[in-house]
């Protein structure tokens, strides 16, 4: 996986939706922690259910929206430098379910709000999360999750609203969502395009 656009992506990603974007390893508040860990929960959630339902392209989104989630955890606290792709492979035997279970409870680990807390966060779960696209996609696993991170970057930057600005969950947006995080990022209804088509149509390349 191309590590470094991956991390420009986010920094472009963080800047135009006016969240935060350190260069330096800053500490976040509780609230800030509490968002970002609920956020990758939830994509985390997301695979399991696809993974249950053998749904490969909900599967391979969900993959995705993981590492945008692990390196943007990266680029929010600063340590984006920090992140290294290591021998992923050694999880090769562990099954994908095991490892996205492993990566929960690695998302825990901002809380204790460290450098070296945070490093280990998200390295451990960048590297467990292309294990898991190693045992989905074998030799094919890099090339697709590239491609699959070029189409969900695309479809995350068309959720901004029709005045260039982003749209977050909060109570007093006409697009509160209550069943959202508060401060996620919410869909522009006009603009914003699912990943779905796209992804399904770069996996069947590869069948």
Do not use: W
């Not at 490969?56 to 920090?82: H, M, N, R, S, W």
């Not at 945070?118 to 467990?128: A, E, Q, T």
């Not at 696209?133 to 070029?150: F, G, H, Q, R, S």
């Amino acid at each position: 996986m191309d590590l470094q656009k991956r991390i420009s992506a986010l920094e472009l990603f963080q800047t135009k939706f006016k969240g935060l974007h350190n260069k330096e390893f800053t500490p976040l508040t509780e609230e800030q922690i509490d968002l970002r860990i609920n956020m990758y929960d939830e994509e985390a959630e997301e695979f399991l259910k696809a993974h249950r339902l053998k749904d490969k392209v909900e599967e391979l989104d969900a993959i995705a929206d993981e590492l945008f989630l692990t390196i943007g955890d990266a680029v929010c606290f600063g340590i984006q430098d920090k992140l290294k792709i290591l021998e992923y492979d050694v999880y090769y035997f562990s099954s994908a379910k095991a490892l996205t279970l492993m990566s929960l409870l690695y998302s825990e680990d901002l809380r204790y709000n460290s450098e070296k807390s945070v490093i280990d966060s998200c390295n451990n779960r960048l590297n467990r999360i292309l294990a898991k696209a190693v045992i989905l996609y074998n030799v094919n696993a890099m090339e697709i999750v590239n491609k699959a991170m070029d189409i969900v970057e695309e479809s995350n930057m068309s959720k901004l609203g029709d005045d260039g600005e982003p749209i977050i969950n909060d109570p007093k947006s006409e697009y509160y969502d209550s069943n959202k995080p508060l401060g996620k990022v919410l869909k522009n209804p006009n603009t914003y395009f699912e990943p779905t088509e796209r992804l399904e149509a770069l996996l069947k390349k590869y069948e």
